[in-house]
Structure formats: structure tokens, C-alpha cells
């Protein structure tokens, strides 16, 4: 189960990282799945990672694939700290039939 925060949560001092995970519907329709704020760009990595795994699961083999390669894949996610660790954000989708999924991390100060 994915849990969220409120937006004070996110926001606290000293919070480098928001993560966030949303679900878009073919109706362009944009669902909140969960959201968290960590210190530093590999806890916010591991987070994802972590809501990576919740998506994955709720999807059927074919679609899961995708996603499950992205957790394992220790080039990408260098990839992915090297990204944040220059001021941007860095996402990463899974889709099926019915919906995207999309899994992003954002850097305190980075534009949305």
C-alpha cells in the first residue's frame, strides 16, 4: 500500500528530496499514489525504488517487467543519483492497458 504525506510533511526544513508517485488515467485524470520528502538523493532512490515495487506488483507480468528490470538496474540508478545530483529531476514511467504510473524525485528548488 502506498502511503502520502501531507503537504506540510513535505515541505520540512531540511528535506532536499520530494518524491512522488501518480497514476495518469486515460482521461488525463491525475491520482496521487503517494509523496515523500528525504535528506539526501539516495534515500529519495530508495524510496522510489520501494514504490516501484507497490506499482509493479498491481500490474500484471507483461507490464510488471519493465519495472522490475528498472529496480534491479544498478547502471540506471547511478544514472538517476548523477541527475539529481545536478539540480534536476529525475522520473521514470511504467504503463499498462488503463494507466501510466510515474515515479519522480525532485530536487528542492527544481522546477516541477
Avoid: K
Avoid at 15 to 38: D, P
Avoid at 78 to 89: D, F, K, Y
Amino acid at each position: 500500500m502506498l502511503t502520502a504525506l501531507s503537504p506540510a510533511q513535505g515541505a520540512a526544513v531540511g528535506f532536499g528530496y520530494r518524491c512522488e508517485v501518480t497514476a495518469h488515467g486515460a482521461s488525463e485524470q491525475i491520482i496521487s499514489l503517494g509523496a515523500s520528502a528525504t535528506r539526501n538523493r539516495r534515500l529519495a532512490l530508495r524510496w522510489l525504488t520501494g514504490r516501484a515495487q507497490d506499482v509493479t506488483d498491481q500490474l500484471d507480468e507483461p507490464y510488471a517487467r519493465p519495472g522490475r528490470h528498472w529496480q534491479t538496474d544498478m547502471a540506471e540508478h547511478e544514472r538517476a543519483m548523477a541527475v539529481l545530483a545536478q539540480g534536476s529531476p529525475y522520473s521514470v514511467t511504467f504503463t499498462d492497458d488503463a494507466c501510466r504510473y510515474r515515479l519522480t524525485i525532485h530536487p528542492r528548488g527544481s522546477s516541477r
